[in-house]
């Protein structure tokens, strides 16, 4: 061991010493920076800190609301919330969103069209760290299946939401509507704040036109959440103000009969309780099942409904313009009688046809060979359309308009009914704007049995007809009828902008309404076979207009053609005659005579409402409510 | 076997007597005493690390339990049986080391074990940690000091063989901690300023060649991004954001044991591992910083008074240079955490989840208590 050499211990020792003292400061300086980093992360920066610690843990969820529910007037579901599990998906969390849908199909049942839909959402504009929906309604097993892999898929949650549903939708489709997924226009107008968690917005009907009443207030949560983003609890929370529970006017009962009438057929029921102006039934058929258009409708399905040559999504009751045909006739008498250009008495000659000058054009009465000398009565009675000829050109294309828009018609006169079309209420200004045509002396004449180029639709005529149950008092159609719990009504229906139609003689009203009878039970009256045996006494009008031509692309066969280019039957009606309960407009279309096909429906209707519901509590009160109210 | 120094003066400080038991068992009680209360109070902090799980906290008591029989074992050795196993260890030590580069086997594209058959897996490179200072103190105190210039060049080279070896797992940490820690014996072996200034001008130059050419993409990756953590948020950032955060959050006095919601959330990484001190950071808030760090400051005075009053130069040299070394982890780990730093995967002695360091750091600590006490018996 080399250990010869001379060492100076104690040298060695201070110099040990020395660089130890060295050492020993360098340690305190270093500690003293890290302890300065930690006062200015710990104590200066504190609050930024908090701020961030909080960001990661604290999220601010929306709760969305519950949606109102809709009975009809007795208090049945019409639309209730179900709760629907649905796998969603938050890419913002998921990475990779490719291979997790790969996973994700190899564990779920996914259609191409799911995956089609997913990515079409992905594209569309949206709230970051929105979920986005990828499969809903899924199985107990497939929920189970998901769970078993939930931990390799961060961002991939299943969620149970409540989803629209409509227990009786193919009666109630056309006259509830139905909601949908929010699309990117309604995103735009929408309040992001109220409908940060809900995916949902009325698209037609009732729906959409209440959609601020039944969809409620958002709620708030805050909830802690891991760096996975899974939520571990709840901190705070701020509950949803559920929508208002709606009720409307609408009779199921009388909905499904009015269904029942024309199964088979393509036509419209509008049912309206003169008194209240509430619609009791809305039908159009065909109808569709609406919960197929809530969680968003498969492209063939999609395609087989619209394609389908009986039109089940076109809402005939709201949008379906028909010419009115002879249905228009009570409305024109009134016209008639009160602007002087007939009187009660007034007889005319009818050889079956009418001339304006005898060089002239010809206009036929439906009967060959004419009615011979008829009077009002008869001519409501035998829909004797010469007669009408006369008054059309007595009474001017001015005053028919006057008196026909204080009907109603050419204007959506509903309060509540979205979507209502106005029809066409044709004048020499209408004709000028908007064909750049003058108005001939023969389009008055057409007007004057409801042809040429008016159009309205089968609620604008039960509007009208409700008017003269009414005798003049002006009530609104509308859907709602009540709202659950404190509030009024009222407080949401757009108010009422009708001024009463106030005839000369106010006993007009009673004669029309009479010779509506005797259309329904007079020995000559064209729908007497529907009105035979009644033990109330109805008012009625039938009408029939004609289908004008089919596109030249269309393709039928022969048989087909032969059905399609038949008339359409038209009935307008209320009863009794005396404190009228309901007032209806029914439309077959392609179903020929009014008389033979509308008339009948319409009498099951009258019996149904006053003899068969009658029992019920809803109609009673109706009824005590339409005594105090009529004169 | 005695030592040459048997005059030297100790009895000037009978607070470093230990007596009795404790000179019996060659343990030093105040040492033992701060030593007790680290790694106790650390437990508490891991099981909140860990996210109160038990498993982890035993595991890692059974693990202190080895750790203190190795301790015990090293500090019954006398300092000059580590003297002369010096070189024999250093070989075999470099022998390790470049079998690892061979068969060496590991993970993440480092290979940092050995596993021979017939031993219980380790790591040559933690051996060295030891070793390095051993044998530099070794060779530089078999001359008078402060050494001539030639004899620091050969401890140089004593410290840069393994080094290199290391840095060629890779395993950068390490390496630097190992060479940091054979350089503490270099210093205070009396290596002169001007030779310490040319040395610190030598590494400055050697810095950036050492970035384009010496460094992998992902140490390059950390030193960015601790110069900007928000370039990469969610990436290699993630780690020094969440950790400042949850020291940030912590405030004066914390939020509370087991109260911290960046770590049982978990928002922060390696909560139980490098990360362990943003957990007491967030939970015990600047107090417990400064209760955790008056604790290390404590336990480093000590050994440091265990260095200066060594009998011999050989266990000074060792006794200092193993002081500083633990100093080292211990800034460097506070100081990556804190955002001051690089990460760079250096635990927070005896208080991160993890067994080798825990053996290796008490294993110095049994050098430490040999070193004082069997000078004890000697002038006793």
């Avoid at chain 1, 104690?10 to 340690?27: C, D, I, N, P």
């Avoid at chain 1, 207009?545 to 059905?563: P, W």
Wanted: with cysteine; hydrophobic share 45%.
């Amino acid at each position: 061991m080399p250990w010869g050499e001379f060492k100076d211990t104690a040298a060695e020792r201070r110099l040990f010493q020395r660089r130890v003292t060295v050492m020993l400061v360098v340690v305190f300086l270093l500690l003293s920076v890290l302890v300065a980093r930690m006062y200015q992360l710990q104590i200066v920066e504190h609050d930024i800190y908090t701020t961030l610690s909080d960001k990661n843990r604290v999220q601010v969820q929306s709760v969305p609301p519950p949606r109102g529910l809709v009975y009809d007037r007795n208090q049945v579901l019409l639309a209730e919330n179900r709760p629907v599990f649905s796998v969603t998906v938050v890419p913002e969390r998921v990475g990779d969103t490719g291979a997790a849908l790969e996973q994700l199909v190899s564990i779920l049942d996914i259609s191409d069209e799911d995956l089609e839909r997913f990515q079409r959402r992905l594209r569309e504009p949206r709230r970051p760290f929105q979920e986005i929906p990828l499969r809903y309604d899924l199985t107990e097993d497939e929920i189970a299946r998901l769970a078993v892999h939930r931990h390799e898929l961060p961002g991939v949650e299943v969620e149970a939401e409540l989803v629209r549903y409509y227990p009786h939708s193919e009666l109630t489709a056309h006259a509830l509507g139905f909601v949908g997924r929010i699309n990117r226009d309604e995103l735009q107008r929408i309040d992001p704040v109220n409908y940060a968690g809900t995916n949902y917005i009325g698209k037609s009907g009732v729906e959409r036109f209440y959609e601020a009443l039944l969809h409620g207030k958002v709620g708030y949560q805050h909830v802690e959440t891991n760096a996975r983003g899974r939520t571990l609890r709840v901190l705070e929370r701020e509950n949803p103000v559920p929508g208002e529970d709606l009720k409307l006017h609408l009779d199921l009962r009388l909905q499904a009969r009015a269904h029942e009438l024309l199964d088979g057929r393509r036509g419209a029921i509008v049912a309206i309780e003169p008194a209240t102006g509430g619609i009791l039934a809305l039908a159009s058929v065909p109808g569709f099942d609406a919960n197929q258009f809530v969680t968003g409708i498969s492209v063939a399905d999609y395609r087989e409904l619209s394609e389908s040559k009986d039109k089940p999504l076109f809402n005939r009751a709201l949008r379906g313009q028909y010419p009115p045909g002879s249905t228009l006739k009570p409305m024109l008498a009134i016209a008639a009688l009160d602007s002087g250009a007939v009187t009660r008495d007034h007889t005319i000659w009818d050889p079956g046809h009418f001339q304006i000058n005898s060089a002239g054009r010809r206009w036929r009465d439906w009967k060959r060979g004419g009615h011979g000398w008829v009077d009002l009565t008869y001519a409501m009675a035998q829909s004797c359309d010469v007669y009408f000829y006369e008054a059309a050109i007595e009474m001017g294309v001015d005053t028919m308009v006057d008196y026909l828009a204080r009907f109603g018609f050419g204007e959506d006169a509903t309060l509540d009914v979205s979507g209502a079309l106005s029809g066409i209420l044709p004048s020499p200004d209408w004709k000028r704007g908007t064909r750049n045509e003058p108005w001939y002396p023969g389009d008055t004449v057409n007007l004057g049995i409801g042809q040429g180029f008016m159009l309205s639709t089968p609620l604008q005529l039960a509007t009208a007809t409700a008017l003269i149950a009414n005798r003049g008092e002006w009530v609104e159609p509308r859907l709602l009828k009540d709202i659950q719990g404190d509030r009024s009504a009222d407080e949401f229906l757009p108010s009422e902008t009708h001024e009463p139609l106030q005839l000369k003689n106010p006993s007009d009203w009673e004669f029309i309404a009479d010779s509506m009878a005797e259309v329904m039970h007079g020995v000559r009256g064209t729908a007497r076979a529907a009105g035979r045996g009644a033990p109330y006494r109805m008012a009625g009008k039938t009408g029939t207009a004609q289908v004008f031509s089919l596109a030249e692309d269309e393709e039928y066969d022969a048989e087909e053609v032969r059905e399609r280019l038949r008339d359409h039957a038209l009935f307008v009606g209320f009863a009794p005659v005396k404190n009228p309960q309901i007032a209806v407009a029914v439309i077959v279309e392609n179903g020929g005579g009014g008389s033979s096909t509308a008339a009948p429906v319409a009498r099951a209707l009258f019996d149904a409402w006053i003899l068969e519901f009658s029992a019920a509590a809803g109609s009673l009160i109706s009824k005590t409510d339409s005594q105090s109210e009529t004169p | 076997m005695a030592p040459r120094e048997v005059f030297s003066s100790t009895a000037s400080n009978p607070l470093g007597r230990p007596k009795g038991l404790w000179s019996a068992l060659h343990l030093d009680p105040i040492l033992l005493f701060l030593l007790i209360a680290l790694i106790s109070s650390g437990l508490f902090v891991l099981y909140s690390g860990a996210d109160r799980n038990l498993d982890v906290v035993k595991a890692q008591g059974v693990r202190f339990v080895i750790a203190f029989v190795v301790m015990l074992v090293f500090a019954q050795l006398d300092p000059s049986v580590f003297r002369r196993w010096a070189p024999w260890l250093y070989i075999l030590g470099l022998a390790g080391l470049v079998a690892v580069l061979f068969m060496g086997v590991g993970a993440k594209g480092a290979q940092r074990w050995l596993a021979l058959p017939g031993l219980p897996r380790f790591q040559p490179s933690e051996l060295m940690k030891l070793v390095v200072p051993i044998m530099a103190a070794w060779y530089l105190s078999r001359h008078f000091l402060p050494p001539r210039l030639s004899r620091i060049g050969v401890g140089l080279v004593i410290v840069l063989l393994p080094m290199l070896l290391i840095v060629r797992q890779p395993d950068l940490g390490t390496s630097l901690l190992v060479g940091m820690a054979g350089l503490f014996v270099v210093f205070f072996a009396g290596m002169s300023w001007k030779l310490i200034g040319a040395f610190l001008a030598m590494v400055s130059v050697a810095a950036p060649v050492m970035w384009f050419f010496g460094m992998r993409d992902y140490q390059k990756q950390r030193v960015l991004t601790l110069l900007d953590p928000q370039s990469d948020p969610l990436g290699a950032g993630w780690n020094i954001i969440q950790s400042k955060t949850a020291i940030g959050s912590g405030g004066f006095d914390g939020k509370g044991w087991l109260q911290g919601t960046q770590s049982h959330l978990e928002f922060l990484p390696e909560s139980h591992t490098d990360f362990i001190v943003a957990v007491l950071a967030e939970e015990f808030g600047f107090v417990g910083i400064l209760l955790l760090l008056s604790v290390y400051f404590l336990i480093i005075l000590r050994c440091l008074f265990i260095s200066v009053t060594a009998q011999d130069s050989f266990s000074r040299l060792v006794a200092g240079a193993l002081t500083m070394t633990f100093f080292i982890y211990v800034f460097v780990n506070v100081g990556m955490v804190s955002g001051l730093l690089p990460v760079v995967g250096v635990p927070l002695p005896l208080v991160s989840y993890g067994g080798t360091s825990t053996v290796t750091l008490m294993a110095a600590f049994g050098i430490l208590m040999s070193i004082h006490t069997h000078r004890r018996m000697i002038s006793a």
